[in-house]
Nanobody, 128 residues
Framework: QVQLAESGGGFVQAGGSLRLSCAASGRTFTFSSCTLGWFRQAPGKEREFLASINWTGLTTYYVDSVKGRFTVSRDNAKNTMYLEMNSLTPEDTAVYYC???????????????????WGQGTQVTVSS
């Protein structure tokens, strides 16, 4: 089993920035061998893919709507993934979730059904 805990959400004004963290743990879990992803779900909408990073950390993949504004990264020594979010708009308001595919793959994944474990989410609210 893998436990994920997101943090770093909160309130921010439009144009501002936030950095989300996702800490992973598990008795037999090997963080350095997993693929990681960020998703979000806005009120009344389906959960959508944002970004993913493969187990090496060298390959990332983003949905077009966040390219150039969001950056995903990982620190395998800390068992933590990050999402740096800049130039936030009210349309970015959502609950943000991290997810793990384990064992991971060399290719970052974008479909929800490709991930095995999910966090509980952290709320991000962007005011205009």
């Amino acid at each position: 089993q893998v436990q994920l805990a997101e943090s770093g959400g909160g309130f921010v004004q439009a144009g501002g920035s936030l950095r989300l963290s996702c800490a992973a743990s598990g008795r037999t879990f090997t963080f350095s061998s997993c693929t990681l992803g960020w998703f979000r779900q806005a009120p009344g909408k389906e959960r959508e893919f944002l970004a993913s990073i493969n187990w090496t950390g060298l390959t990332t993949y983003y949905v077009d709507s966040v390219k150039g504004r969001f950056t995903v990264s990982r620190d395998n020594a800390k068992n933590t993934m990050y999402l740096e979010m800049n130039s936030l708009t009210p349309e970015d308001t959502a609950v943000y979730y991290c997810a793990v595919e384990w064992p991971g793959s060399i290719v970052p994944k974008s479909r929800m059904d490709e991930y095995d474990y999910w966090g509980q989410g952290t709320q991000v609210t962007v005011s205009s």
